[in-house]
């Protein structure tokens, strides 16, 4: 039994920020090396100039990413930003105490600048406060961005870039709560250090976006460097990842989870506006998310997940979340953009794209504009219970009555396109057993053409996963007759094109 689902073209939510379909690339495992950057590739692959495989960056142009993060992630807290620029063959490989490998600085702040503007995407630096100190993070920020007559300014033009770079997103250190983490900090320490690199970094760049290290978005931690922080920083961030511990059902509950976690994140930075007495912008930059199973990949051997539909679905599941809170988020990075935990998997020889590839292709291409209001009906059944969710998600919905909201088996967002004569609607079923046949309703000032665009990511078996040698899971997209009710195939997503009578 299924109630309906219900969009009102008239009732936004917010504008949908292009940068929540940001990616994130980390010198772990075959990210940089290996992925994006290949100069000895003997398939011609690579730009024989740059040394840039060519196949990944066309994959990610299509996925129009916006923003990429780099260079950690873990990575880089005992990174030396200064071991990767200049002459390669005089650049010193150094023991890396994330992954525990050995860096070659073969690629570094000039390569993955030039990189991004191949790409057409925005730089986002993450600064080592692990091993790093505020001069070094003030060098590199003078490195990339000023335009003086400076040592480091100077520095980059004397490699070869006249220009200053521009970089706009600067972080405070990543994951700095976490025990895994070079130079691990208790909370009370990191706000102190951060406000301080926050003050100077601005000194010398008033036009940059400080990010501040957050971790769930609803821990103390977040708490307390919210407080301290939100009068200097412009984003908080905030990394979750979700495990399928092998089971469907988890897998697709499991950004359920994400959503709760944002909303406390809004009440703690609506908190520590009140308290600050702050009438300014600040939001979340959900700077790492995805579906990871660190023990079926683990970080040290390059966390190479092999993606299935089930999978695929959580991802949609995940960006239904990111477009439903779009007054809150307004970055967000996929964790990670090549090899690693990502939608594309390389070798020398080629690439292909993994069953998560597609639900991002479908969301940042068409769940643009403005996100809508969507209300999906509740009947006994529909939603999961208390018995199959993941702990993650009891744990942050059970004692609230966000439970049955945010645990339904269909899972939808909605956006108004840009130009405003389309609604596009993202539906998951998330149900691994069962068909839903719904009806689709629009507020009473909408007039809806009957033919639709459907575009569905769907296969017969949840299991099914792609490879170098097929591709199983894809995006179908076919032409339809509209009657105010969908039939939503168990396991499937869909995004429905329907367009507005003018
Ligand atoms: O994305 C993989 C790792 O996950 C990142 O390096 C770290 O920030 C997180 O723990």
């Known amino acids: 039994v299924m109630a309906a689902i219900h969009v009102d073209p008239a009732r936004f939510i917010d504008e949908v920020d292009p940068?929540?379909?940001?990616?994130?690339t980390e010198h772990m495992g075959r990210c940089i090396y290996g992925g994006i950057y290949d100069p000895e590739n003997k398939h011609g692959l690579s730009d024989p100039q740059t040394g840039y495989r060519k196949d990944v960056l066309q994959a990610l142009k299509d996925l129009k990413v916006p923003i990429v993060r780099y260079p950690g992630g873990n990575f880089v807290s005992s990174y030396r930003w200064q071991d990767g620029i200049g002459p390669k063959e005089l650049r010193p490989r150094r023991p890396e105490l994330a992954w525990l490998t050995e860096e070659s600085n073969q690629f570094g702040t000039d390569e993955f600048i030039a990189w991004c503007r191949e790409l057409g995407a925005e730089p986002f630096i993450c600064l080592n406060m692990g091993t790093g100190t505020l001069e070094d993070a003030l060098a590199w920020l003078e490195y990339c961005n000023s335009a003086s007559n400076t040592f480091y300014a100077n520095l980059r033009r004397k490699n070869g870039h006249e220009e200053p770079y521009s970089v706009k997103y600067w972080a405070l250190g990543n994951e700095v709560w976490g025990p895994w983490q070079v130079g691990q900090m208790e909370a009370q320490d990191y706000a102190k250090k951060a406000y301080q690199w926050a003050k100077?970094?601005?000194?010398l760049d008033p036009s940059i976006k400080i990010i501040s290290c957050g971790e769930t978005g609803y821990a103390d931690w977040d708490r307390v460097i919210l407080r301290k922080l939100a009068p200097v920083v412009d984003f908080h961030s905030v990394h979750i990842y979700t495990v399928s511990e092998g089971k469907h059902l988890v897998n697709v509950m499991g950004?359920?989870?994400a959503e709760k976690a944002l909303e406390i994140t809004q009440s703690l930075i609506d908190l520590a506006k009140i308290e600050g007495n702050l009438s300014k912008s600040l939001t979340v930059c959900f700077d790492e998310?995805?579906?990871?199973d660190p023990v079926r990949a683990p970080g040290e051997k390059g966390a190479e997940e092999h993606y299935d539909l089930s999978d695929a679905l959580a991802v949609a599941a995940w960006l239904n979340v990111f477009v439903r809170k779009a007054g809150i988020v307004k970055i967000a990075c996929i964790a990670q953009s090549v090899n690693v935990i990502s939608p594309i998997i390389t070798s020398p020889e080629g690439?292909?794209?993994?069953?998560?590839?597609y639900p991002l292709l479908l969301f940042?291409?068409?769940?643009?504009?403005?996100?809508?209001?969507?209300h999906v009906g509740t009947a006994p059944g529909s939603y999961y219970t208390e018995a199959t969710v993941p702990a993650f998600v009891q744990h942050l919905t059970l004692h609230t009555p966000d439970h049955a909201k945010l645990t339904k088996f269909v899972d939808v967002s909605a956006v108004l396109s840009p130009d405003k004569d389309e609604v596009r609607i993202a539906i998951v079923n998330r149900n691994d057993a069962a068909d839903y046949t719904i009806p689709i309703r629009f507020g009473p000032a909408a007039a809806i053409e009957d033919d639709i665009v459907v575009h569905e990511v769907w296969s017969p078996n949840i299991k099914d996963s792609n490879s170098f040698q097929e591709t199983k899971v894809d995006v179908v997209r076919r032409e339809e007759k509209f009657d105010?009710?969908?039939?939503?195939k168990k396991h499937s997503f869909q995004v429905l094109v329907f367009r507005l009578k003018m």
């Not at 940068?19 to 994130?24: D, H, T």
């Not at 940042?364 to 969507?374: A, E, F, I, P």
């Not at 105010?484 to 939503?488: A, R, V």
């Open 19 to 24: 940068r929540i379909y940001s990616g994130f």
């Open 200 to 203: 100077a970094l601005r000194l």
């Open 255 to 257: 950004p359920a989870a």
């Open 289 to 292: 998310w995805n579906v990871w």
């Open 351 to 357: 690439l292909f794209k993994q069953t998560t590839y």
């Open 364 to 374: 940042s291409n068409l769940m643009r504009g403005t996100s809508l209001d969507v």
């Open 484 to 488: 105010g009710i969908y039939t939503l």
